[in-house]
C-alpha cells in the first residue's frame, strides 16, 4: 500500500547543532571562562586525536577543546562528499542550528514531527557528566532544557517533541530536573545506552529506581540512543570505520538484553523505552536466544520470572531508518513496536528524500500498519497528539 498523505511522518530520532549562544546567554557570568563556547582557531590544532586545521571553529568547555562542531551534519551531501565533519557553521545547512529552518528542511522531506537529540552534550548529555565542575555540569544540562523547551521547540510546538537530558550522575538532582521540566512540557528524556563505562551503577542496580519512578509518573520514555555511553562495538583498533558503522545495532542488541534481563521492568512496569537508531532486522533473532537463554539459565542466577521477550513487547519500543529486513518481519516485531526516523542531519538520514524511501520500503505493507509505522506509535509513545 502506499504512504498515504494523511499520515503526518514523525521521526523519533533526529539532532540538533547546538548554536554558539545556548549557554552563553543561559548561564551565570561567573561561568564565563569555563561555560561551553565557540572559539576560532588560528592555527592547527590537534585534539583527541582529531587535526583542527587554521580556520575552524570548535567547542571550549574546561578549558578543552572538542573538535565535533557539527557532529557529521551532513545533510543533503552525497555519498562521495561525506567523510568530513564540518568545520564551522557556514559549512553546514541552517536547519542543523535554526529551529524554523529545521521545519523548512522538514516540510521539503516531508516529514511534520520530529525528536531531536542533543550534539555537543553527546547524545544523552554524558560530556557533562565528566565535568570538572560538577555544578556547572548540572547547570549546562538544565540550560540545554531551556533552549530546547523555550527556543527550539517553540518555534513549531507542533512539529518538535521536547526531548531533555538530566544530571544522571546525581539520581536525586534528575528527579527534581525531570520534575521541572516535565511542567513545562518535556514528552522524553535521553539517556546513555548504557550507564557502567560511565563509572555509575549499571540497570541492574536499584539506585536507579527514583528516576524511573518519576518517568513512569510522567508519562516520560527513557530514549537510549546507540553510542550515548561513549561506548561502541568494536573489532580491533585498526579497523576502518565502516566496521564500527555496520555494527551499530549491536550496541541496541546489548541495551535490550540488559534490561529484559534485569529487574527495570519488574519494579517499574509502566516504564517505556526507545531503542533509537539501533534498526529493528535483529529484534526477532535476539527475542528468540533471550528466551532460549532464560529457559536454560535462569535456576542459577538472578533473573526475572518473566521471559524477556515479554517485557520487550510491553515496554520497548525500536526505531529503524531503512530495514528492509525488519519491515518483512514484523510479525515477528511487533507492527506496535515500532517506530521510523529519519536521522537528520547524520549521514544515515535521506534527506530530503526521506518520504519517498519509506515509500518504497512499506509497499508491501496494509495501511493501518504504515500509518502505526510512520506516525500513530510515535505519538502515542510521546503523548504528542496532532495539533489538528
Not at 548540572?138 to 532544557?145: D, E, I, T, V
Not at 533552549?147 to 528527579?175: H, K, Q, T, Y
Not at 519500543?317 to 515500532?338: H, K, M, P, Q
Not at 510512520?374 to 503523548?383: F, K, P, Q, S
Amino acid at each position: 500500500m502506499p504512504l498515504h498523505d494523511d499520515v503526518q511522518l514523525v521521526s523519533t530520532d533526529d539532532h540538533l547543532i547546538e548554536h554558539p549562544q545556548v549557554w552563553t546567554d543561559r548561564l551565570p557570568s561567573r561561568y564565563a571562562d569555563s561555560m561551553p563556547r565557540i572559539v576560532e582557531t588560528d592555527e592547527e590544532i590537534t585534539q583527541f586525536g582529531v587535526v583542527m586545521p587554521p580556520g575552524s571553529q570548535g567547542w571550549m568547555y574546561e578549558g578543552e577543546l572538542h573538535s565535533e562542531l557539527g557532529l557529521n551534519a551532513v545533510a543533503g551531501k552525497k555519498p562521495e562528499e561525506l567523510g568530513t565533519d564540518p568545520l564551522r557553521f557556514t559549512d553546514m545547512r541552517p536547519g542543523c542550528y535554526d529551529p524554523v529552518a529545521r521545519i523548512a528542511d522538514m516540510d521539503d522531506d516531508g516529514v511534520q514531527a520530529s525528536l531531536c537529540f542533543p550534539s555537543f552534550p553527546r547524545f544523552g548529555g554524558a560530556l557533562f557528566a565528566h565535568s570538572k565542575d560538577r555544578e556547572l555540569g548540572r547547570l549546562a544540562s538544565a540550560a540545554w532544557n531551556d533552549f530546547v523547551l523555550e527556543e527550539w521547540c517553540a518555534a513549531g510546538p507542533d512539529r518538535f517533541i521536547p526531548l531533555v537530558i538530566a544530571p544522571f550522575w546525581n539520581v536525586r538532582e534528575s528527579v527534581a530536573e525531570i520534575e521541572r521540566v516535565a511542567a513545562k512540557g518535556a514528552r522524553a528524556l535521553s539517556f546513555p545506552e548504557n550507564t557502567a563505562p560511565l563509572g555509575l551503577p549499571s540497570f541492574h542496580s536499584a539506585e536507579w529506581d527514583p528516576l524511573w519512578s518519576v518517568l513512569e509518573e510522567t508519562g516520560m520514555p527513557l530514549c537510549l540512543h546507540f553510542g550515548s555511553s561513549g561506548e561502541t562495538p568494536r573489532t580491533s583498533p585498526d579497523a576502518p570505520m565502516a566496521v564500527l558503522t555496520s555494527l551499530m545495532g549491536l550496541n541496541s542488541m546489548m541495551t535490550l538484553a540488559d534490561l529484559a534481563f534485569s529487574q527495570v521492568f519488574v519494579r517499574h512496569p509502566r516504564l517505556k523505552v526507545s531503542l533509537a537508531e539501533g534498526g529493528i532486522g535483529w529484534i526477532p533473532y535476539m527475542l528468540e536466544r533471550m528466551d532460549s537463554t532464560w529457559e536454560r539459565h535462569r535456576f542459577y542466577q538472578t533473573v526475572p520470572e518473566r521471559r524477556p521477550s515479554e517485557f520487550y513487547r510491553e515496554n520497548i519500543w525500536g526505531c529503524f531508518i531503512s530495514d528492509e529486513y525488519g519491515l518483512a518481519n514484523l510479525e515477528l516485531i511487533g507492527v506496535d513496536r515500532v517506530t521510523w526516523e529519519s536521522d537528520y542531519p547524520h549521514s544515515d538520514s535521506n534527506w530530503p528524500n526521506s518520504r519517498e524511501r519509506l515509500a518504497r520500503q512499506v509497499k508491501h505493507l496494509p495501511d493501518d500498519d504504515v500509518a502505526r509505522i510512520g506516525e500513530t506509535n510515535a505519538r502515542e509513545l510521546y503523548n504528542f497528539p496532532r495539533s489538528t
